[in-house]
């Protein structure tokens, strides 16, 4: 089967051939079809932009792959600000080597994701490294520009005391997916969450509840984005774990490698500070949402006794501080 080479990295005809073949056949759109050095889009008043790299290992994995991946990444955080993801950049490192047969299912993933997410690539870049002496590899890099109506305001400073809080669906299942291909663990019940998360957040937009803030739940895990939280908005956040929603499958698993739920990374799992007086609502919402029918009430926003802190009711009645995750976490997981 064909390999990448260092040529496709010249600027030259084997350059513009595999753009030509390979990228624009999948991303065609009427901005990137001009093929000049910049795209020109039309715009709005006011912008959310972002930008991530994508390194995760294994390429593809159960419920996803590093393609589903980098647009689900940065299309879920244009979200987390309340605006619409329109435009994506794809900016692509390509190892001498890379099979392009799999270069070519990564973009084919990407583009489906890009029409489920309703985001178009505008813009994008190639550039070839020479190999590391492995199989050949795949770093991608998004960015992406949405478009945020006048009087949405989200973000962990607009938390108040008296807010509920909501996780859209179960904890872990991206990390536990990426965990056992480490492994060589075989169980076919875990996969990765990855999804683009558009419903649900205009779901709640739409429906005017008072959304104070969003975030995805991402690399760190629940623990460390709701410490953010609790820092930013100077109050404290107060979980019954009996709500939290686990998948048996990877309560077991991470049971059994001793690993806590709570730092474990997701790719379509957000949660949300929502008004007390939209809690219901809100809830109902996110549930009837794709991606979201395991959406569960966790908690609660408190006036903070001295320093704001992400406290545990946990199972058995106690409570407990949770720190953010110290140290390196599970790496190439994103
Ligand atoms: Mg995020």
Redesign the pocket.
């Known amino acids: 089967m064909a390999k990448i080479t260092m040529e496709h990295g010249s600027g030259g005809a084997a350059t513009a051939e595999l753009i030509e073949g390979l990228f624009k056949d999948r991303f065609g759109n009427e901005y990137l079809d001009k093929m000049e050095d910049s795209s020109v889009v039309p715009g709005y008043d006011r912008l959310s932009v972002t930008t991530d790299s994508f390194v995760v290992r294994p390429l593809f994995y159960d419920g996803g792959d590093i393609g589903r991946l980098s647009v689900c990444g940065t299309v ?2 244009l979200l ?1 600000s309340g605006g619409v993801p329109r435009y994506l950049t794809a900016g692509f490192v390509l190892e001498e080597g890379l099979d392009t047969g799999l270069l070519e299912k990564v973009v084919d993933s990407m583009a489906e994701t890009a029409k489920e997410a309703g985001v178009c690539v505008v813009a994008g870049d190639t550039k070839v490294v020479e190999s590391s002496g492995g199989e050949g590899g795949l770093i991608i890099n998004t960015a992406g520009v949405g478009f945020v109506d006048d009087g949405i305001s989200v973000g962990a400073r607009f938390i108040q005391p008296g807010d509920a809080v909501i996780l859209s669906g179960n904890l872990g299942d991206h990390h536990a997916a990426i965990m056992k291909y480490r492994l060589n663990i075989k169980n076919d019940l875990i996969k990765s969450d990855n999804a683009p998360l558009n419903r649900m957040v205009r779901g709640l937009v739409e429906g005017g509840i008072r959304v104070h803030a969003l ?2 739940v ?1 690399r760190g895990g629940l623990g460390t984005v709701l410490n953010e939280f609790a820092k930013d908005s100077g109050s404290d956040i107060v979980l019954e774990e009996n709500s939290i929603p686990v998948s048996p499958v990877v309560r077991d698993f991470s049971a059994l490698l001793g690993l806590d739920i709570m730092y474990m990374g997701n790719e379509g799992k957000m949660v949300c500070a929502v008004a007390p007086e939209d809690r219901d609502r809100a809830l109902q919402i996110i549930r009837d949402s794709e991606y979201g029918e395991n959406a569960a009430l966790i908690g609660e926003v408190r006036e903070t006794m001295e320093k704001p802190l992400l406290i545990m009711k946990t199972a058995i009645g106690g409570k407990r501080a949770v720190p953010p995750l110290f140290g390196e976490g599970l790496p190439r997981i994103c």
Do not use: A, K
């Open positions: 879920n955080d987390m975030r995805d991402t």
